[in-house]
């Protein structure tokens, strides 16, 4: 038995004692997908050992690891062991390579990898929850692993829920490694690095740092991204019960997704203090749950912003979601947004995100909507379209913009103080940037 000795980063160490599910994320430089090729071949080398290679989507052979692999064989000396053909390298022992694209498997096929040792997932980030739910049960030998390597982008991306979310497997394991975490960071990559901090902030936080990141046709992650940097996202953002009433956005869906925004409006800026979001649920569950979360917080309500949709009545309900809330609220406490262009909705949005606070624990699931809202792709012209992706994302997304549109049209009128108006002189006229140091310490009173 063939025995060999090669260095990794320390980072990583922890992924080389048996685990069933061993993932590895973090930004571009950080030898993850070379740590994982040259341990298939190390495994191969030493004993009898089947692996499968696989991404979401493979086209052609091209788009797979097959030749980061033959890259290794090489600097570890074994070409003269191994035999590279078209689709597959054969290795010593009867050891074999492989390289699939999961989008070629249904529950039929997918039965020809049972007998297969290790199955190694790159660019794991665009791995279907179908592809995983497929494949985990069919890689069954004793023994046999499930290897992932990914720079991470959603927090709702399947294998981050699956590997970093609040209950993953007891036999598994997770490290992330970045470029500052390899000893062997090419200066030619630093070079890169250096300049893509210059150049666009945000994105190389995404590309080099392993934050969780945005595609190219992102539509506000990048300005929920700076708010985090800015420390815009935190567990301060609280509702100031001598301040403004808060009021609240929705997106509704009859049976499907609802969202809803608590904002707090302030002297040139909002704070947004909790987003819900839940399926399968209609205007008569929300309006107790909608009160629940208004009591809870010690709130007084303003305003409840409905979607233009909402005056529609179903043949599910004699009454619209309109009527329903109205009744549960009072006149005066239920407004409906106006239609407009999603294209107006979008700028809104761009415009006030930059004037929000948001509260990390309370806003999160809503947080992780609006990094993921992106405009749709047209395959046939290869362009993105002007209108976003219809999916989850759309409803905190929806419901945020709406807030923005309608909230930014309305001017600030500052609340009453034993019977009189806080006058500007009182406030010292505290700019934006002033009012996030402030607005903390001080109760968020303005």
Known sequence: MLTLR????????????????????????????????????????????????????????????????????????????FDPVESEIRGPNGSLIIFKGMQSYNSDNIKS???????????????????????????????SELWFSWNPRYKTDPVDKFFRGKNPPPDAVSVEINWRDNPWFPLVLRKEMEHDFIADPDKAEHIWNGAYGSSQGAILAKWVNIAERDGRITNEVIYDPEGLPIEISSDLGFRDTASWWFWQRLRGGFHLLKYEGDSGLDADDWIPRLQDSIDEMGAKLGKIWLPHDAKVKTFQSKHSSMEKFLTAFGNGRVGVVPQSKKQDQISAARKVVQKCRFHKDLCE???????????????????????????????PADAFAYGCQILDEQEYEPPKERGRILSVGETNE??????????????SRI
């Open 6 to 81: 090669v260095k990794v980063p320390r980072k990583l160490k922890p992924l080389l004692y048996p685990k069933r599910y061993k993932g590895a994320y973090g930004g571009r430089g950080g030898a993850k997908s070379h740590f994982f090729a040259e341990q298939i071949i190390v495994k191969c080398a030493s004993q009898p050992t089947r692996v499968v290679c696989i991404r979401e989507v493979q086209n052609s052979i091209k788009d797979s690891v097959r030749q980061l692999i033959l890259d290794k064989i090489g600097s570890l000396g074994l070409s003269g062991e």
């Open 113 to 143: 990898l049972e007998g297969y040792d290790i199955a190694w997932v790159e660019e794991a980030q665009t791995f279907s929850q179908n592809s995983l739910d497929l494949l985990r049960p069919t890689i069954r030998r004793d023994n």
């Open 365 to 395: 699931d809503g947080l992780d909507g609006l990094r993921a809202w992106e405009f749709d792709w047209n395959d046939d012209t290869n362009v993105f379209s002007r209108d976003p992706l219809h999916n989850w994302a759309s409803h």
């Open 430 to 443: 505290v700019t934006l940037n002033d009012m996030w140091a402030t607005v903390p310490k001080h109760n």
